[in-house]
């Protein structure tokens, strides 16, 4: 209680626990807007293909960050293919502020 109050009393230690405030209140929003970006029609199996678009063209960065969860097998305009995703990370990609949409990836493509 006396660390709160310190904290409190301080102007550091209201703009710390203001950004972390802001912090938490980013994580939140990311965790809640991540599902709405994950489209449906997904097989009903562990390891699916997945087409993630971007609202840009995709850097190295971007590609990098995408292998972590699966084999990226190229690249269309602002979209990125990757294929062999544990569909239990969909959401987990999702959450990324610069992914706009992750939807199933069709056969063929």
């Known amino acids: 209680m006396k660390l709160a109050r310190?904290?409190?009393?301080?102007?550091?230690g209201r703009?710390?626990?203001?950004?972390?405030?802001?912090?938490?209140?980013?994580?939140?929003?990311?965790?809640?807007?991540?599902?709405s970006k994950v489209a449906g029609g997904f097989p009903e199996r562990q390891r699916v293909n997945a087409l993630i678009t971007l609202p840009f063209v995709p850097e190295r960065?971007?590609?990098?960050?995408?292998?972590?969860?699966g084999r990226v097998s190229g690249t269309d305009g602002n979209s990125v293919e990757v294929r062999n995703i544990d569909k239990n990370q969909l959401n987990t990609i999702a959450r990324y502020y610069w992914v706009s949409r992750?939807?199933?990836?069709?056969?063929?493509?």
């Open 102 to 109: 992750i939807e199933p990836l069709q056969p063929g493509g």
């Open 15 to 35: 703009i710390l626990l203001g950004l972390l405030a802001a912090w938490l209140a980013w994580q939140a929003w990311l965790a809640l807007h991540a599902p």
């Open 61 to 69: 960065f971007h590609i990098l960050i995408f292998q972590r969860f």
């Open 6 to 12: 310190a904290a409190l009393s301080s102007r550091r």
